[in-house]
């Protein structure tokens, strides 16, 4: 038979798409629930192939009777606040679906916060294990066991994240792959394809990858009082007995997602789509604001991300002084001051300088910077050009889009001066030069509407930016024409009248 047939899946714990859902209830008989947009029941015999593994132990049958209260249960049986528990309800709900990523929940708080049983209590809901807790695996193939074998594990007491195990955790998140020679073999392979739903518990991990932070659910714990703390026994009995009806009430909420996925289209994207859209069911069905809660606490992990990476914090603090900022890597460099120790997060040269901002541009977005690298030098060596801007400059350049482009047809091409030289002396010179005047009350009525681009651009800007945008070139184009004191189109600085007419530019320009 195994000559003549093709191979044929065999799932781990959950199967299904985006119409039905299966769970293998692990027991001896064979027993499932199967959640459909209409309604979940147990069924004797699963309509998909299983397997199971050690790490897998028997999931109690669901009794809807006991349903209704289910949820409260759980949150007796959880030490946080609401907007977390919420979220927290969505993302076990979510974690049945197998066909969409999972951000890894996170349970963060102090020393006697209950941290490391909710996080078992969790874990046996989705996927019972004698082992729902594991210690921080040593290497890549350790890990690639544990995963391959449990639908959901937790990392208890995480403590510091080395870069393969960020890495690692963010490809079990959407997906990953170990291939690694069989046993007692020369010339064969076993490959080990797994999509998890994971889990971690922490005091604080230290400085996240950007891409780590932005797969996070982070849950924050409360501390516990003496008077209200409870006996590891106590707990233990309290989830035994409310289990079968916390099941029933997630698998109720299941299959009203599972209806409510197709009318839901969000406006904005966040990083994990599906797993948002699932939030939004959530709060059409319960009446929450799971997705709220979600991307700002999301964005509050960015931000923590970015504060502890040195270069990171360097180049944030760099583009909001100055509104936006534009040059090559090494220039970069040679502007940021350095630490006053070596760190290994911070680039040694422009090559790692680059590949920092290309990893940093996510987390960056997060926090209100855009980032644009496609640009080159005109020169020979066609160095790569980066754009660092704030969202507040990116809408003051929208506004005056269309005088940017009224202005192209007359105004000299302002992106680049001719040569790489003249790119780096203009720069110099410009931050040599005095300030210009500001304009008075007069100037204040017509230029309003062109003014807000081109107001963060002072001369100290200047050797930090790159040569002028479409928005300057716009408010370059209106002073020459309205102005009583031109701009000189590459420099930016006031021209007297009297020796400017018909010019665009200072002769040293």
Known sequence: MAAANDPIPVMLRVAGDAHQVVVDLGTADGRCVVATPEGWSVRDRSPVL??????????????????????????????????????????????????????VLTFKGEQGTGKSKAAQTIVNLVDPSPAAKRSQPRDVKAWATQAFNSWALCLDNISTIP?????????????????????????????????????????????????????????????????????EEELDDAFRDARPAILAALLDLLSDVLRELPNVQLERMPRMADFARVLAAVDRIKGWETLTSYTTTSAEVAADALEGDPFGSAVVSLVEANGSWSGTAGLLLEHLPHPDTAHPKWPKDATRAGGRLKRLAPILRSVGITFDDTARTPDRHRQRLYRLTTMADTRDAGITASAASAASATAPDLRFPPDASQYLSVRTMSAQRPQPPLPDAADAGPDAGFSSASALHTPADLYGQGSPDAADAADAGKHAISGPHPLCAVCREPMDPASAAGATTHPCC
Not at 166 to 188: E, F, N, Q, W
């Open 163 to 231: 870069p393969w195990l960020s890495d690692t955790l963010c490809k079990a998140v959407t997906g990953d792959g170990i291939v690694d020679r069989a046993l007692y073999t020369d010339d064969d392979v076993v490959v080990l394809t797994f999509r998890r739903v994971l889990a971690m518990t922490t005091i604080d991990a230290g400085a996240l990858a950007g891409d780590l932070a932005e797969r996070l659910l982070m849950l924050d714990l409360q501390l516990i009082d003496e008077d209200r703390r409870r006996t």
């Open 50 to 103: 299983f397997r199971r593994s050690g790490a897998m132990a028997v999931m109690p049958e669901p009794v809807p009777a006991r349903a209704l209260d289910g949820l409260a249960l759980l949150r007796d049986l959880v030490n946080m606040d609401d907007d977390a528990f919420h979220q927290l309800v969505a993302w076990l709900v979510a974690a049945w679906i197998p066909h969409i990523p999972h951000p």
